[in-house]
């Protein structure tokens, strides 16, 4: 079993930045990949950022790309998403997810995820 636990969210102007972070934990966390998705209410989840966890290669949707950097650190089981120059259209309850496959976009194909943390990102 995993766990994953995100933390950093909260409220700030456009234009300002916040550092997710998404700690995980169990002795069988060796994913393939990692991924950062949001929802905002209403909305389906959507697909923020991923990081391939052995090989480092990073994705990104358009709407963030430029702006929001994915990283890890492998000997803290942490993934992290730097979002800069954010905008209120980036509110939303943002998610980590753990997946074993090689494709990240889709939600359903992801196997553990946190609990969710709030961004809101005032005008």
């Known amino acids: 079993q995993v766990q994953l636990v995100e933390s950093g969210g909260g409220l700030v102007q456009a234009g300002g930045s916040l550092r997710l972070s998404c700690a995980a934990s169990?002795?069988?966390?060796?994913?393939?990949?990692m991924g950062w998705f949001r929802q905002a209410p209403g909305k389906e989840r959507e697909f923020v950022s991923a990081?391939?966890?052995?090989?480092?290669?990073?994705y990104y949707a358009a709407s963030v790309k430029g702006r929001f950097t994915i990283s890890r650190d492998g000997a803290k089981n942490t993934v992290y998403l730097q979002m800069n120059s954010l905008k209120p259209e980036d509110t939303a309850v943002y998610y980590c997810?753990?997946?074993?496959?090689?494709?990240?976009?889709?939600?359903?194909?992801?196997?553990?995820w946190g609990q969710g943390t709030q961004v809101t990102v005032s005008s």
């Open positions: 990081i391939r966890w052995g090989g480092g290669s990073t």
């Open positions: 997810g753990s997946s074993l496959l090689n494709e990240y976009v889709t939600p359903n194909r992801y196997d553990y």
């Open positions: 169990g002795r069988t966390f060796s994913p393939y990949v």
